[in-house]
């Protein structure tokens, strides 16, 4: 479910009710009432709402198609030509909530991954003949649907045929393998394909309509913008805890190989940690209830419903049949509890750096728990982490934003609050209406002092916000990517199940729509255009499409009436320090060499035909490997800086032995960030420089 992983990286939400309308939904078939809920939502809720005509209805058979069959491998041309019938009459059976369309495909798709397994099972029983002069095309939009089983075996036979020298020659190149022959390495890697594509077998037979419909429908909702989008009702639940940074359960992760479900990681703070008795590794035969005599296998059972069976009200226990790494089988009896995702929650550290003490908040999203109010969201804790900083004595503050794929408007509005005295954050607009300016109307300021802002290309939503107003205000300064995501649209998500009365359908999942636009409080939008960073640093993703700009329906950028508001009330002289780290940049032999490498990424990711003949392979790898020899130095970059955890921290360092790794492993990275370093070396400077005579300039 790539859609769903691009989702939760970018996601920038706003809750709503359903009270905008009085209309009833009460279709007694769940898929007919769940698309006549969901193109009422995109008719009348959506920002910028399309008409369902033959355009469109070609659009959502494109789509359809391509996320289903992404690579051409399951259907023919004929299966196409059959398909093609419905190209122009899908708006009108959308209209009618007829999902004719849909059952055709549904049903040859579910034929074809069958004869699938036939097909490269075939293929990877017999040796593959590396010294054939021949190419693999990874571009399937430069592919044609084939026309005959012949071509389907020889698309399916190249592209096994492709991922399988990678492993082969890897055996090659092992020492243990110097008395096997060739011919029984190659069997080896062959059978390794195989039991790869048995494991995405295993995906896909778990599969049901309901999530092929869910595709479906979302052909249809992301035809109208990138960020419109139906929730199944796992997936919704999984938003629900990325949004909030918790839930109720008993802390472990689990993974499904073949039949097997396992353990992979025990969450640190979580009910089963602290029990100290699950196992990464174990495997989970039977789940069965406190309250219930019977258990339930889930051997075979699809991953969401097995977690669904072992979640479960904070306070109750769940009894897991396992069967242990050595081999032995047990019942173990787990309490479930509120889990605490750390690694959504803002986090700090300290540093020195010359004669000074800066502080690092690295904020992750912009979390909040819009069904408890008292609990933990990203504000509180931003301002905590600030109080604890300032307890330090730090001299500066370095915001890091970066992969902060945005997250409550809310919040974004109240963290800008505690940078400057009252005034705009930002601007919102609905089709039709008049712009809300949103203000933080708090005259407290936590930090005044200097502020820096590390933004990528993977800073979104509520971190564009942020980034932007303090840009605007010049409350900070903005270092990074050219610019970030560059989406400026609100999205509002709805429970489905709240918009019927007397639902007996069961859960019915979640719509997210967008409903607005934002603007930054210079009336321009950040949407596709993102916030320029005041000093760009290149990364490896600098030439890469990544953006907003680069889906294929993305909103128009446009610009509305600015706010009034002030610029920020500073002796700092940010102009001068602004121009001394842009000559650093350009000075600096690793920034150069970084700028390099992402050509060189750039390079590499557009080639799109590689040869099949083990020679012209190794030769193409060794030629790879030499150039990339020139950018081992970027890994070797360190400093001779010192990130630490603030006092607080350390007792629970002490007492907990993952919860230390991992912040461990983040101050060492922090050492070896030449971004961090950057934002530091700026932060001295503004500490170093003359300060300037105090200057208020009103902004209109």
């Known amino acids: 479910m790539k859609h769903i992983n691009i989702f939760l990286l970018s996601v920038f939400v706003a809750f709503a009710s359903c009270s905008f309308t009085t209309k009833t939904f009460d279709?007694?078939?769940?898929?007919?009432?769940?698309?006549?809920?969901?193109?009422?939502?995109?008719?009348?809720?959506?920002?910028?709402?399309?008409?369902?005509?033959?355009?469109?209805?070609?659009?959502?058979?494109?789509?359809?198609?391509?996320?289903?069959?992404?690579?051409?491998?399951?259907?023919?041309?004929?299966?196409?030509?059959?398909?093609?019938?419905?190209?122009?009459?899908?708006?009108?059976?959308?209209?009618?909530?007829?999902?004719?369309?849909?059952?055709?495909?549904?049903?040859?798709?579910?034929?074809?991954?069958?004869?699938?397994?036939?097909?490269?099972?075939?293929?990877?029983?017999?040796?593959?003949?590396?010294?054939?002069?021949?190419?693999?095309?990874?571009?399937?939009?430069?592919?044609?649907?084939?026309?005959?089983?012949?071509?389907?075996?020889?698309?399916?036979?190249?592209?096994?045929?492709?991922?399988?020298?990678?492993?082969?020659h890897d055996m090659l190149s092992d020492a243990d393998n110097d008395n096997k022959s060739n011919a029984d390495i190659e069997e080896e890697a062959r059978k390794s394909t195989l039991k790869n594509l048995q494991e995405v077998s295993v995906y896909f037979d778990d599969m049901r309509r309901d999530d092929w419909l869910a595709m479906y429908i979302n052909a249809i909702s992301e035809s109208f913008d990138p960020h419109t989008y139906y929730f199944a009702p796992q997936f919704k639940d999984r938003f629900d805890a990325e949004m909030s940074g918790k839930y109720e359960g008993i802390g472990a992760r689990l993974q499904k190989k073949m039949d097997k479900i396992s353990i992979t990681e025990l969450i640190s703070g979580g009910s089963a940690w602290r029990q100290n008795k699950l196992q990464v590794g174990d495997i989970i035969l039977k789940v069965r209830q406190e309250d219930e005599d019977e258990a339930v296998s889930i051997v075979g059972m699809r991953l969401d419903d097995a977690v669904k069976l072992i979640k479960g009200p904070k306070g109750t226990n769940v009894i897991l049949t396992l069967k242990r790494v050595d081999g032995t089988v047990e019942d173990l009896s787990i309490p479930r509890d509120e889990i605490e995702l750390e690694e959504t929650y803002a986090k700090s550290s300290?540093?020195?750096?010359?004669?000074?003490?800066?502080?690092?908040?690295?904020?992750?999203?912009?979390?909040?728990?819009?069904?408890?109010?008292?609990?933990?969201?990203?504000?509180?804790?931003?301002?905590?982490?600030?109080?604890?900083?300032?307890?330090?004595?730090?001299?500066?503050?370095?915001?890091?934003?970066?992969?902060?794929?945005?997250?409550?408007?809310?919040?974004?509005?109240?963290?800008?609050?505690?940078?400057?005295?009252?005034?705009?954050?930002?601007?919102?607009?609905?089709?039709?209406?008049?712009?809300?300016?949103?203000?933080?109307?708090?005259?407290?300021?936590?930090?005044?002092?200097?502020?820096?802002?590390?933004?990528?290309?993977?800073?979104?939503?509520?971190?564009?916000?942020?980034?932007?107003?303090?840009?605007?205000?010049?409350?900070?300064?903005?270092?990074?990517?050219?610019?970030?995501?560059?989406?400026?649209?609100?999205?509002?998500?709805?429970?489905?199940?709240?918009?019927?009365?007397?639902?007996?359908?069961?859960?019915?999942?979640?719509?997210?729509?967008?409903?607005?636009?934002?603007?930054?409080?210079?009336?321009?939008?950040?949407?596709l255009e993102g916030v320029k960073s005041d000093v760009v640093v290149p990364d490896r993703y600098s030439y890469i499409d990544l953006g907003e700009k680069d889906q294929d329906n993305p909103l128009s950028w446009d610009e509305i009436e600015p706010a009034s508001y002030e610029l920020w009330k500073s002796s700092i002289d940010y102009e001068t320090t602004v121009q001394k780290s842009k000559e650093r940049m350009n000075s600096s032999a690793e920034i150069k060499l970084i700028d390099e490498n992402a050509r060189w990424i750039k390079d590499a990711r557009s080639k799109d035909v590689y040869s099949l003949k083990y020679s012209e392979y190794v030769a193409e790898l060794k030629k790879n490997e030499k150039e990339s020899e020139r950018f081992d130095a970027l890994s070797d970059y360190t400093t001779n800086l010192s990130f630490e955890s603030l006092a607080y921290e350390k007792p629970i360092m002490a007492n907990d032995s993952v919860f230390r790794i991992k912040r461990e492993r983040w101050h060492e990275s922090l050492s070896k960030d030449i971004y961090m370093d950057e934002a530091l070396n700026v932060l001295t400077d503004l500490n170093k420089l003359p300060k300037l005579d105090k200057l208020s300039a009103a902004k209109n």
């Open 27 to 168: 279709d007694p078939d769940k898929d007919k009432l769940l698309m006549q809920l969901v193109t009422y939502l995109l008719e009348e809720g959506h920002f910028q709402p399309k008409d369902f005509d033959d355009p469109f209805s070609e659009e959502v058979y494109s789509r359809f198609l391509k996320t289903i069959d992404p690579y051409k491998h399951y259907f023919y041309k004929s299966d196409v030509k059959e398909f093609e019938a419905f190209k122009t009459l899908l708006d009108d059976q959308i209209k009618n909530y007829d999902l004719s369309f849909f059952n055709l495909v549904h049903n040859r798709l579910t034929q074809r991954i069958e004869e699938s397994k036939a097909v490269y099972t075939e293929v990877l029983g017999r040796p593959f003949n590396y010294e054939l002069d021949e190419v693999y095309q990874s571009d399937a939009e430069n592919l044609e649907y084939v026309s005959s089983k012949k071509e389907m075996i020889n698309r399916w036979r190249k592209q096994i045929k492709f991922s399988t020298l990678t492993d082969y």
């Open 350 to 527: 300290i540093v020195k750096k010359s004669k000074y003490k800066f502080g690092v908040i690295n904020l992750p999203k912009f979390y909040i728990d819009f069904e408890d109010v008292n609990s933990r969201n990203s504000t509180t804790d931003v301002k905590r982490e600030i109080e604890r900083l300032k307890d330090e004595g730090v001299d500066g503050l370095v915001l890091d934003l970066r992969n902060n794929g945005g997250g409550s408007l809310k919040t974004a509005v109240e963290i800008g609050g505690l940078f400057i005295k009252e005034g705009p954050i930002v601007q919102v607009r609905s089709t039709g209406e008049d712009r809300q300016v949103l203000k933080d109307r708090d005259p407290s300021v936590s930090w005044d002092g200097p502020l820096v802002i590390l933004v990528n290309e993977f800073s979104a939503s509520a971190s564009e916000i942020l980034a932007a107003a303090m840009q605007d205000y010049k409350r900070a300064i903005v270092i990074g990517s050219k610019q970030t995501y560059g989406k400026g649209t609100v999205q509002n998500v709805i429970d489905l199940n709240r918009m019927i009365r007397n639902n007996t359908n069961g859960d019915m999942g979640a719509f997210k729509f967008t409903t607005q636009k934002y603007y930054r409080i210079n009336g321009g939008s950040t949407q």
